[in-house]
């Protein structure tokens, strides 16, 4: 089969979306597929980068509806969406150009089309401190908010990370299963479990941790995975026998930001332990995880973190604010950032037995729902369902 993934986002880049379209791209290449990925132009991509025997088109385009319309080499991209040989292509997220810069084309597209949501909120306020308040980015978004039913119709599935439909990053679901629920299916990310049961050596030793317990937060350095919060929840626990550590892409303002307010709660809690590290290449990251007896994630808004299917996948506990669907998720606590989050470090931290339970339960889910071999299954399972091209 020849499966064509658009997509933004794609390594060298990072982040969940790109982590994603690299896993299948290279998990359908593993299958016997022929994949290529159209995606954003990266002038720090090259030809040695790309996943072996996946072809990696760039396209110079930007924007998307939901934010003043898309820019770039549009009908470049156009044209090679309509041209270029392929049994089915996989979209990915709305509010996105790859999807969205698609849709004056995709009538004229033979063959199956399908969009893999990883979230939609342009439904929502998102407040910000300055006059107008995100007021005026929010109302340009709402006429794409109305259009999302006609959208959804031009795809021939619509693939969600979850069921749970809600006002929030699952208000797309709620919206499917009114207008078009027989094209709706659910297929989860997933964890490469294979990379936890491999020796990737000792974490502590690298970086000069010692044998206390270790709390472990693997997100970007961003006000969307406000770090800042999951600072002081730790920092508020005032504990000498476990120290936290943040590991972020690139070192930013952010990060910057969150290093200054450690300064200032250290006079208050001077014997909680915080390391920050950046750029560390992924085999650490799994070390890490390894490592970890806890995990924390205080995101703002989520759709279904990786992190967390990642320490799940190691066997360790997580803390998570109630962000996307992290209440299906077993094997951890979900609770509200400040007090509560503090409580909940000092019961993990006080109870192994229950870190243990909850490992035991997060590990067993991947095992039986979040591999991503069970994951990819699933999409040639929903390929091998859908129309042939006429």
């Known amino acids: 089969m020849k499966i064509l993934i658009a997509t933004s986002s794609f390594p060298p880049q990072v982040g969940g979306v790109a982590e994603v379209a690299r896993t299948q791209a290279t998990g359908f290449v593993a299958r016997g597929h022929q994949v290529t990925v159209a995606t954003g132009h990266d002038p720090t991509r090259t030809d040695a980068q790309s996943p072996p025997g996946v072809t990696v088109r760039q396209f110079q385009v930007t924007g998307s509806l939901a934010s003043g ?39 004229r597209r033979p063959g199956p089309k399908v969009l893999l949501s990883h979230g939609f909120d342009a439904q929502v306020w ?14 340009r978004s709402q006429p794409y908010v109305r259009r999302l039913p006609q959208m959804m119709r031009a795809f021939d599935r619509l693939i969600f990370l ?7 990053r699952f208000y797309d679901v709620g919206v499917a299963r009114r207008v078009c629920p027989e094209r709706l299916a659910v297929i989860p990310n997933g964890v490469h479990l294979a990379e936890f049961k491999r020796d990737h050596g000792d974490f502590r030793k690298t970086h000069g941790l010692g044998p206390e317990p270790l709390l472990l937060n693997v997100a970007n350095y961003c006000e969307r995975k406000n770090q800042l919060a999951t600072l002081r929840d730790f920092m508020a626990t005032n504990r000498e026998d476990a120290r936290l550590v943040f590991i972020g892409g690139e070192f930013n303002d952010y990060q910057r930001e969150l290093m200054r307010e450690h ?9 909680a332990r915080v390391r920050c590290l950046e750029k560390i290449p992924k085999p650490q990251i799994y070390a890490a995880y390894q490592a970890a007896d806890a995990f924390m994630l205080g995101a703002k808004y989520e759709t279904q973190p990786l992190a967390i299917l990642d320490a799940m996948a190691a066997g360790v506990p997580f803390i998570s604010t109630d962000t996307g669907c992290v209440r299906e998720f077993p094997g ?38 979040y591999d991503w071999e069970r994951v990819l299954d699933a999409y040639e399972r929903l390929f091998g369902e859908l129309p042939p091209a006429r």
């Not at 300064?263 to 014997?271: A, I, M």
Request: proline fraction near 7%; include cysteine.
């Open 126 to 139: 998102k407040r910000v401190p300055r006059f107008p308040w995100g007021l005026g980015v929010w109302w």
């Open 263 to 271: 300064g200032k709660l250290q006079r208050q809690f001077p014997k």
């Open 69 to 107: 319309g898309c820019r770039g080499a549009v009908a470049a991209y156009q044209e090679f969406l309509v041209r270029e040989p392929a049994d089915v292509i996989l979209f990915h997220c709305w509010q996105d150009w790859a999807a969205d810069a698609a849709q004056p084309v995709l009538a």
């Open 162 to 168: 979850s069921g749970q439909a809600d006002a929030g």
């Open 332 to 369: 951890g606590l979900v609770v509200p950032s400040g007090d509560a989050t503090t409580h909940a470090i000092h019961r993990l931290l006080d109870e192994p037995a229950l870190r243990q339970q909850l490992g035991a339960q997060g590990r067993a889910a991947c095992e039986t729902k």
